[in-house]
């Protein structure tokens, strides 16, 4: 079940209250949720990210932060939710001007490219054009916020074991790079998440998108075909987006020397195709690493 539905099917346990974004401008803040049917945790920023997280991840956030506000530590910094591609942390404490709250919402880019512009860089679509958001609890109510962290406490000692956790992170397979001293940061990483089986595409630091089977066997078809004939080149379409996709290309310069092109699409005016705006060739590229990719591929 998706974040949303999850949401809607669980019980609020603690709400911190309304909070300020950007210290500024109202939004709903931060909410801790338990779903008996799934008996699942999760942490929700209502508009930006959340997600399941563990019990131990937050039992650990409440001890910190009643810690902190009662004097025993200088401050609490927990990252209550992590993700495939956003995290949520709190900061709490208190120094000279009182106690504070303050709650960012992280998110990585790259699962919104959406394509290229007229130049070929690359574009994004983030419900917040920015890499983060702040929260602040303001104004903030140490006996209530201290009433809530005890609560979950309490909820977390008598809810009984969990048995939805979160999606763990994916093995990769493979990593194509550029050389050390290669100014550009380009990386083509496949890898595959246990448990589900789903295959993620990465093109550092660009995008970061799942991709079927389907596509995955295609190109480790394409793969063997080149080291079996070690001549000419076979290309694989490994993502198919709306506004984009991604071509790989294995090749072969020579008996035992390989080339792995990544080259990414978007439709242009008049039926034409505008390129990303990266050398995404990564060469020479071993028959080692060709055949221990494929054995993880299939």
């Known amino acids: 079940m998706e974040h949303d539905g999850l949401v809607a099917a669980a019980e609020q346990v603690v709400h911190f209250g309304d909070m300020k974004l950007f210290g500024q401008h109202p939004a709903r803040g931060l909410s801790v949720l338990w779903h008996e049917r799934e008996r699942a945790w999760l942490v929700a920023l209502p508009g930006y990210t959340g997600g399941v997280t563990r019990a131990e991840t937050l039992r650990k956030f409440a001890e910190s932060a009643l810690a902190a506000l009662r004097g025993n530590d ?29 709650v960012w ?9 959406v394509g290229v512009g007229a130049s070929g860089e690359p574009l994004y679509h983030n419900a917040v054009g920015a890499s983060c958001v702040e929260f602040h609890l303001d104004p903030l109510d140490v006996n209530r916020l201290t009433a809530s962290l005890q609560t979950l406490l309490h909820r977390l000692d008598t809810a009984g074991p969990a048995h939805f956790e979160p999606p763990k992170s994916a093995n990769v397979i493979t990593t194509f790079a550029k050389r050390v001293n290669d100014p550009s940061k380009a990386r083509l990483d496949i890898a595959r998440r246990p448990g ?3 295959w993620l595409i990465t093109l550092q630091p660009y995008l970061s998108r799942p991709t079927t089977d389907e596509a995955i066997r295609a ?7 080149v080291l079996d004939t070690r001549s000419g080149e076979r290309s694989t379409t490994l993502l198919a987006e709306h506004g984009y996709r991604m071509d790989v290309v294995v090749g072969a310069t020579g008996p035992d020397a390989f080339t792995v092109t990544a080259t990414v699409k978007s439709p242009g005016p008049g039926g034409s195709e505008h390129l990303l705006d990266l050398d995404a060739r990564f060469t020479p590229i071993g028959e080692a690493q060709l055949r221990e990719m494929l054995k993880g591929l299939r």
Not at 78 to 102: C, K, N, R, W
Not at 105 to 113: E, I, L, Q, T
């Open 74 to 102: 200088d401050e609490s910094d927990s990252m209550v939710f992590t993700g495939e591609h956003t995290s949520i942390q709190v900061l709490i404490g208190a120094d000279e001007d009182g106690p504070y709250m303050t």
């Open 105 to 113: 919402a992280w998110f990585d880019a790259r699962h919104d490219f």
């Open 196 to 198: 589900t089986g789903q």
């Open 219 to 225: 190109f480790a078809d394409a793969t063997q075909h």
